[in-house]
């Protein structure tokens, strides 16, 4: 790319996309070229590289550039010269609403534990991209240098060694945290139930995404919460408008988001709009509870931002665990509640006491031995490689109509399929062969998106995941064929 100046009145990374974009329409940047670095570009275009990396990361959603690792990007080639186009934002409608899940929820779920099921429709990734064996190895050796003593006297706080390597881990991000600003919990889930619970009262409204994760919506029902469903964008992420709108509107007393490789739609909030964020909710003083489980699942060679690292008044409640990116059986996960620490922590006493002391130490023994960097690098391009399978798969052989965007990380691809056919009824057709997916209504409160499926590329890809997309495809064919509904497209 020559050296040349970004338009005006966008964001800068949002300019450099595009003008990339027109470079590869125009034939002047075809499939199989290299990009410039990421150095030659700061220079041609006086942009930081965090700004490229954003810009990079958005082509890639829009599947027009590839990371190869220890390469650089790459013009990719686009199937029958053109990529589906991408499902639009949604539009709830506005005000909270009581939440009534579980029953669907459970039913859904129930199949993808099933013999047999190929799990297009699962939450988790495939036990055999985990470091396993280490991990056993570490739970004997952690085991063994627990001291009698310590299996006591860690329940609680929990194991100090683990919650000094999970704050070794926040540096990266510039966050500064001691041990003691660290809650150990069983996974992730029960890490967002706990800060959910400190920041909120029965009765009280909750911001969520629209689509989002059903545990959340189970997570209000609970409690007696309503959610006020906020549009998402595909790519990255909740729309600060209208957010901006309903705050004044309707005083929710928390939001809770996943702003990196959220699911269902794997969309990435940029950095630049983590920090709006954070600043908008500074300025209501309203907590954010951030589920940040697939942040270690980013491509190219930065991680993304979590929005903790622009809090600087602890409103952010920080959740993640190590189910997704290393010991998916372990269940350990962990919150750092900012200004709710001691909040959390008499909830977690009241609640389950405390973790695994020996689970927890097994994952300190394997942190502190190293490797844990080396592990996610082949972690990443596994799920890398298995994503563009997915995303060129279901380019190639679902029917017209169908919308999509590959995720520049995490392992879900969101499919808008053509509003003819019923992803529940679709989710039972599947079913009856062996495939299990996630339809669209159990990441809605008002069970919504009914012509939307979320599809897993946890799994290595091989026949039978070949084989149940094209079952899948024709299913939906066969869904439209038989259907007399001429309603246009719509999300939500």
């Given amino acids: 790319m020559s050296t040349t100046a970004l338009p005006s009145g966008t964001k800068r990374y949002e300019a450099l996309a595009t003008l990339v974009e027109r470079q590869i329409d125009r034939g002047m940047l075809r499939p199989g070229d290299r990009l410039p670095s990421v150095r030659q570009t700061c220079i041609a275009h006086s942009v930081s590289p965090s700004t490229v990396f954003q810009a990079y990361y958005l082509l890639e959603g829009r599947g027009r550039i590839r990371a190869v690792p220890r390469s650089g990007y790459y013009v990719t080639a686009r199937p029958d010269g053109k990529l589906l186009p991408e499902p639009a934002t949604s539009r709830p409608k506005s005000g909270p609403r009581t939440c009534d899940v579980n029953d669907f929820v459970f039913e859904i779920l129930a199949t993808v534990r099933a013999p047999g099921i190929v799990p297009l429709g699962s939450a988790l990734p495939a036990a055999a991209l985990f470091p396993l064996e280490r991990l056993r190895r570490a739970l004997v050796t952690g085991a063994r240098r627990l001291t ?19 704050a070794r881990r926040y540096v990266q991000y510039g966050i500064a945290l001691a041990p003691d600003e660290i809650v150990l919990t069983h996974g992730a889930i029960e890490a967002l139930h706990l800060c959910l619970q400190a920041v909120t009262r029965p009765g009280d409204a909750v911001v969520v995404e629209s689509p989002t994760f059903y545990v959340a919506l189970q997570a209000l029902q609970r409690l007696g919460l309503r959610a006020i469903e906020v549009p998402t964008h595909v790519r990255d992420g909740i729309d600060l408008a209208r957010l901006a709108e309903v705050l004044d509107l309707y005083k929710p007393q928390a939001i809770w988001l996943t702003t990196t490789f959220q699911n269902p739609l794997g969309s990435l909030m940029p950095n630049d709009k983590k920090r709006e964020l954070v600043a908008l909710l500074a300025r209501h ?36 665990s190590f189910s997704k990116c290393l010991a998916p059986g372990y269940r350990v996960g962990w919150a750092a509640p900012g200004r709710w620490t001691h909040q959390v922590e008499r909830l977690k006493l009241m609640t389950s006491l405390s973790g695994s002391i020996p689970v ?133």
Avoid at 391 to 411: C, I, M, S
């Fill in 148 to 166: 009698p003593a310590a299996m006591v006297a860690d329940l609680p706080p929990g194991n100090l060694a683990l919650k000094r390597e999970i």
């Fill in 285 to 320: 003083q309203v907590p954010l509870i951030e589920d940040d489980v697939y942040g270690e699942l980013y491509e190219g060679p930065i991680a993304p931002m979590p929005a903790k690292a622009f809090d600087g008044a602890g409103l952010v409640l920080h959740c993640s």
């Fill in 360 to 492: 927890q130490a097994a994952i300190a023994q394997y942190l502190h031995e190293g490797g844990f960097d080396r592990h996610l690098r082949t972690l990443r391009e596994r799920l890398r490689a298995q994503r563009d399978r997915m995303f060129d798969a279901v380019n190639r052989k679902f029917p017209p109509g169908t919308l999509t965007v590959r995720p520049a990380g995490g392992y879900f691809v969101w499919v808008e399929l053509p509003v003819s056919v019923d992803a529940v009824k679709l989710h039972r057709l599947a079913l009856a062969d062996q495939i299990s997916i996630a339809p669209g209504p159990m990441f809605s409160a008002r069970g919504e998106f009914r012509h939307h499926v979320r599809l897993s590329c946890g799994q290595p890809w091989d026949r039978s995941q070949e084989k149940a997309l094209d079952t899948l495809a024709r299913l939906a064919r066969e869904a439209m064929a038989g259907s007399t509904d001429t309603v246009p497209h719509t999300t939500g």
